[in-house]
Structure formats: C-alpha cells, structure tokens
C-alpha cells in the first residue's frame, strides 16, 4: 500500500523502489496529501487536505502561515479570508479592490475600488453610499415588506445626533385595521414642497377631493370649483359644516354640542353676500347698509309716493311650515310676503317667485318708509299752519 511521502523525490535506487516512491508521489497528489498530519515537506502551490481542521487548501508558501485553506471536505462549503475593503477575500480578475469580505464578525462588507459601499451585519444591512433603484423598461419599486400581519414597516430618515435613531419616519403599521403614518421630530417645521407651478393633491379612494393650488389657495376638487379663487391663502369648498357650541349648547339648557347635518355658505354676486344652508339661500347680507357715499353714482332723491307705497305694503303674521329645510312650527310671527313687498318695492326683494326662495331687502323698506313718513309730516306740518290761521281769525 503507497504511504506518506517523505517528499516529492524520486532518488536512484532499485527499481522496485523506485517504483514504490513513484506510487507514493502518485498516491500523495491524488489525495491532496490527506495523510491526517501536514506534508513533511511542503511545497509552494502544493494542495493539502487538511483532515483534522475539515478543509482543503493549498500552500502558498512552505509554511504553515502560508498555507490557505477554503474548502470544506465534508460538504464543499467555501472558505475564504477575512479580506478587507481594500482587498476583499472575493474579488473580480478585473478589479480586484472590488468584491466581498468579512468587516467583522458576521458581518459581510462589500467594497467597490477599496472603500467600503454597503455592510450586511445580523439586523440591518447599511449603506454608505446612495441608491439609486433603476428597472429600464419597466416600473422601478422600492418595497419595505414584513412578510406578516402584525409588524409594522419603517423607513427612518437620520440627519442629525438629536434624533440619531430617526427625524422624520413613514410607517406601515401592521395588522387588520392597517394604519400609515408620517412622524416628524424637532421643532423645526415639516415642510411639502412642489418646486414649480403645481397643485399639490390630496384623495381617498382613488378619487381626487382637495388640491392646494400653485398660487396658494386650498379648493375642492370639481368642474364647480374650475374657477376658484387663486388668491394665497384663500379656501373654496362645498362648504362648512358647524356644531351647536364649541362642547356645549348655552341656548338648549347647556346641551352637549352636535354636529349638524347641513353645510353652510357666503356667496358675494358683486353687489350682495347670500347666506345658504345646503342648497337653500336664506338670506343675504344687504350690500345697502354699507352706505358710503365712494361707491355710489347717479344718486338722486327718492321720487315716489311714500305714503301709497305703504299702503299697499301688506304686514302679516304667519307659521313656519315644512319646506325645504324648514321645519313646522307653531310660533307666530310677523313680516311680509316676498313677492308681494316686490311689487311694492322693486328693490326690496330679492330672487324670482316659486324659483328659490325670495329674501327681503330692509334698506329699500326703510327708505319707503322714511319717504312716506317725511311726507306725512310735511302734511302735519301744513294742517298746523292751517290751523294756526284759523285760530288766529
């Protein structure tokens, strides 16, 4: 049977010896020198089959600090040296200060022209570099996945030794009411920026509801709203919707506060403010009461018979009914008919009949009634200086 070879020698001698030290020579390269104990003379580039460590290497140099070995002889695992990011233990023919080593323990480093890009340790892969996620052809995604239901997905973002563990984070919150949220720390400001003239949009469930637009205003979204304000800082909805009280209802006995089911709104038509609840105008806020001579022209005395004009005014007493929003009520109280003061007064009402409700115009009345009463004390007047002749006959 060939045994250990002294060394890889052939000397002159019988040719049965010669023939056994051509076997051993023959037997030692075929087994890569697996004798259980290392070559008792080493050779550079010689293979070693390391049966005490498990690993087959190869000597680099004659001694055993120069020997290299890096593959498992029972499962063929790979071994290779620490390495280092100038000169990573797996590296490229091409590039050999580029590849993969060990920076610590377990952990594995990647190096890209000797300096280190990317650290992959037990709970957290770390990047000193930035990244770039590029699928050409096709949509690139950066996912975050926790593989089950009850853990949540981060991402951090750290730029300062305040908050070393996060400044601002985005998280998916795991679990069967799902839950995403921003989280910003410090007392700096959290700021959303669009660097050129764009709207920034706000939707739920794939439908788009608000936008603040490029000028600054804050709108519904909505052919109703194409020609909203674009004033900075101005707001266009639908409208506001208002509780009974901030917590509680002073005129209902203190009542706790509720929310009510109508929206409310101002309209300005350039010459009057008109108050709705829903889609019903209930009033207005007449323009005439501000009464500045500057934004009057062609004004002239009021030229009609007051006093006619009051007496066909008809004052009435009436119950609210249901109708549209308004609720029946049994309290009386006392106005006017709309139509019927328009046909009076022209300027005193407001709207067309049975289109919409018609409002009342107070200005218009007390200018009739100013006349009619002016003209009833010029009347007055007159009858006292009769009757002053009279008397004095």
């Not at 400001?189 to 205003?217: D, H, M, W």
């Not at 209930?282 to 001579?293: E, K, N, P, Q, V």
Request: glycine content about 10%; hydrophobic content about 35%.
């Amino acid at each position: 049977m060939p045994s250990k070879p002294a060394n890889f020698e052939v000397a002159n001698a019988s040719g049965a010896t010669v023939r056994g030290d051509i076997n051993d020579i023959f037997d030692a390269i075929g087994r890569n020198n697996g004798y259980g104990s290392v070559p008792t003379t080493p050779l550079p580039y010689m293979w070693y089959a390391n049966t005490s460590t498990g690993r087959l290497g190869f000597y680099k140099a004659v001694t055993s600090s120069g020997r290299h070995e890096f593959i498992s002889l029972a499962d063929g695992n790979f071994y290779g040296p620490d390495g280092s990011a100038g000169s990573p233990s797996y590296t490229f023919s091409n590039s050999a200060s580029t590849g993969f080593y060990r920076s610590a323990s377990n952990q594995i480093g990647v190096s890209v022209n000797g300096s280190m890009v990317t650290e992959f340790k037990a709970d957290v892969v770390e990047f000193a570099e930035n990244i770039t996620v590029t699928n050409s052809g096709a949509d690139s995604q950066f996912q975050v996945s926790t593989g089950v239901n009850d853990q949540d997905a981060i991402i951090d973002l750290a730029a300062d030794t305040t908050y070393a563990d996060y400044g601002l984070r985005l998280r998916r919150i795991g679990g069967a009411t799902s839950i995403s949220e921003m989280v910003h720390r410090g007392t700096g400001y959290l700021q959303i920026t669009t660097q050129e003239a764009a709207p920034i949009v706000f939707s739920t469930t794939s439908a788009n509801r608000f936008e603040i637009k490029s000028g600054g205003s804050f709108c519904a979204i909505g052919a109703s709203f194409a020609n909203a304000t674009l004033t900075n800082g101005g707001i266009c909805g639908k409208g506001f919707g208002t509780r009974t009280g901030a917590d509680t209802d002073s005129g209902n006995n203190n009542a706790a506060s509720a929310s009510t089911g109508n929206l409310f709104n101002f309209y300005w038509d350039g010459n009057d403010a008109y108050f709705y609840i829903d889609n019903t105008r209930l009033g207005h806020i007449d323009a005439s009461t501000t009464s500045d001579y500057r934004i009057k022209r062609d004004i002239t005395t009021l030229a009609v018979d007051g006093i006619e004009r009051v007496k066909k005014l008809r004052p009435v007493t009436f119950k609210y009914r249901d109708y549209d929003i308004y609720k029946q009520s049994e309290a009386v109280h006392e106005g006017f008919i709309a139509h019927e003061v328009g046909e009076v007064i022209p300027d005193a009402c407001k709207g067309t009949k049975d289109e919409g409700l018609q409002l009342i115009g107070i200005a218009p009345i007390v200018s009739t009634l100013t006349k009619a009463l002016q003209e009833a004390v010029a009347k007055i007047e007159t009858l006292e200086t009769k009757v002053a002749a009279l008397e004095g006959s």
